[in-house]
């Protein structure tokens, strides 16, 4: 079965950090980019970031660049998303995916696979 496990959120408090993963299974992990999105109580899925198959580009949503910097290990099938200077407004559930689509893919129509969410809370 395809599965995609993300984790790595929690409570944080505005200016700190998180490190979210995403480990993906039962399928060809390196054919596939894998993108993040987080969705806020009453909001739409948003895309965050995605990555693409071989880890060559990287894609950002405006919000997040330069706080945010996603990588890639394919020998360990996953895929990490380093969240720094976090802002009460990037609290959501975030959700890692897998797609086939080649370069920026932030919309969530894009995606084959998705994973769990994990929460993340920026607060004081």
């Known amino acids: 079965d395809v599965q995609l496990q993300a984790s790595g959120g929690g409570l944080v408090q505005p200016g700190g950090h998180l490190r979210l993963s995403c480990a993906g299974s039962g399928f060809s992990f390196d054919d596939y980019a894998i993108g993040w999105f987080h969705q806020a109580p009453g909001k739409e899925r948003e895309g965050v970031s995605c990555i693409s198959y071989g880890g060559g580009s990287t894609y950002y949503a405006g919000s997040v660049k330069g706080r945010f910097t996603i990588s890639r290990e394919n020998t360990k099938n996953t895929v990490y998303l380093q969240m720094n200077s976090l802002k009460p407004e990037d609290t959501a559930v975030y959700y890692c995916?897998?797609?086939?689509?080649?370069?920026?893919?932030?919309?969530?129509?894009?995606?084959?696979?998705w994973g769990q969410g994990t929460q993340v809370t920026v607060s004081s």
């Open positions: 995916a897998a797609t086939r689509v080649s370069g920026p893919a932030l919309l969530a129509y894009e995606y084959d696979y």
